[in-house]
């Protein structure tokens, strides 16, 4: 069968690379260690309804199909990388409230929620002005731990190689070389032309003690995750940039910061500031596909905010693109 050369091991790649070796396909996935990346910044968040339109979360209805992947894979590995956990979504405002009361009483969205109103009760947290519901099937991925242990699964095997990759190391005979190497995709010459951006993004991490041994993901113009031992996770922002590479932002961790005394009121330390950058597209669906004009090069990116929940159906439908002539969904498709 055709050999698949993955370059980049983010989350796009590993999904990739997962899949082939599920189907039996002969991959190899190539990464250059890189400190800061979307991937290892993010905090792996699968929320069903989110945003401050309060929609169904875009690709939402890959949700078994993503819990059953990661289950696979933990299953293989012996150590469990995706967590459900409730979420609880405070309402910012008047306009968001308005909003909310259309929602409630449609099926739709019903599915996702548990009765009643969340506890908020204690005195770490402030009283939602405008209201908060709590959602049943969110959770959330060790991303790091998730790529850690599959860079060591396939490194055992023979598969992964710590190398940065160039248009000339893509041997023609060798297979098909898919660049799934994250907002980097852009400034591959044979790629530059996708309709692809890049949205800066800031997450802090919290010592938060007066948290104790609350366990539940908060959310609203930003959100907590629970990381244990009263560690959380914060953020994030969202900012057009025009590079691949950026540093943490003293204005966006001001913004974070700001947002989450939206929800606590009670003290914490900021111990930890990073900052990656999303590969976005301008449709916040990924983009991927076979060269048009160099049938041997091949790309799977623009992974937005999304990448956790959607890049495991869609590296299924794009191996089924690239080795069976499937077409691609509709969402997706740039040429
Ligand atoms: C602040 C922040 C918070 C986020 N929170 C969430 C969240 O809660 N939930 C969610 O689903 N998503 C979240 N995301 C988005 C998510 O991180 C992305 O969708 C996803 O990480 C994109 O993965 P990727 O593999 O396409 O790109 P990347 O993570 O950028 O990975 C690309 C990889 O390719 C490597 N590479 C680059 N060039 C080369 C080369 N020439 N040769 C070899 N290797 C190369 C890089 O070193 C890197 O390892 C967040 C992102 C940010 C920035």
């Known amino acids: 069968m055709e050999r698949l050369h993955i370059v980049g091991q983010g989350v796009a790649g590993t999904a990739l690379a997962w899949q082939c070796q599920q189907r039996g396909v002969s991959f190899r996935i190539y990464d250059e260690p890189r400190a800061s990346t979307a991937s290892k910044v993010a905090a792996g968040l699968v929320t069903p309804i989110a945003g401050q339109r309060l929609t169904l979360t875009q690709g939402w209805s890959f949700l078994p199909e993503m819990e059953s992947f990661y289950r696979d894979v933990s299953s293989l590995i012996g150590t469990t990388f995706y967590h459900r956990h409730e979420t609880v979504r405070y309402l910012a405002n008047e306009v968001e409230a308005t909003r909310w009361k259309k929602r409630v009483g449609d099926p739709v969205f019903e599915a996702e929620l548990l009765p009643g109103a969340p506890s908020l009760a204690s005195a770490a947290f402030h009283a939602p002005t405008f209201g908060a519901f709590r959602m049943k099937r969110a959770g959330f991925l060790k991303v790091n731990a998730w790529l850690e242990a599959s860079r060591e699964w396939f490194l055992k095997d023979g598969l992964y190689e710590e190398t940065r ?132 090069l091949a790309w799977f990116g623009g992974f937005s905010s999304k990448g956790v929940l959607t890049a495991p159906s869609y590296a299924r439908q794009f191996l089924d693109h690239l080795l069976e002539g499937l077409a691609l969904p509709d969402e997706v498709g740039t040429l």
């Not at 044979?190 to 951006?197: I, N, S, V």
């Not at 930003?222 to 959380?232: D, F, H, N, R």
Request: glycine share 10%; charged share 20%; aromatic share 10%.
């Open 165 to 296: 990759m160039t248009l000339d190391d893509c041997d023609p005979a060798a297979g098909t070389w898919v660049f799934a190497n994250g907002p980097w995709l852009l400034r591959v010459a044979a790629f530059d032309w996708l309709p692809m951006r890049f949205a800066h993004g800031d997450i802090l991490t919290l010592s938060i003690p007066d948290l104790g041994e609350e366990t539940r993901i908060f959310s609203g113009t930003a959100w907590l995750l629970p990381l244990g031992e009263g560690l959380w996770r914060a953020g994030s922002t969202y900012e057009a940039v025009g590079r691949p590479e950026t540093q943490p932002s003293v204005d966006g961790r001001a913004m974070v910061e700001a947002n989450i005394q939206k929800i606590l009121r009670c003290p914490y330390d900021v111990i930890d500031h990073v900052a990656a950058v999303r590969p976005v597209t301008l449709t916040r669906f990924p983009t991927m596909g076979r060269h048009p004009g160099k049938a041997h």
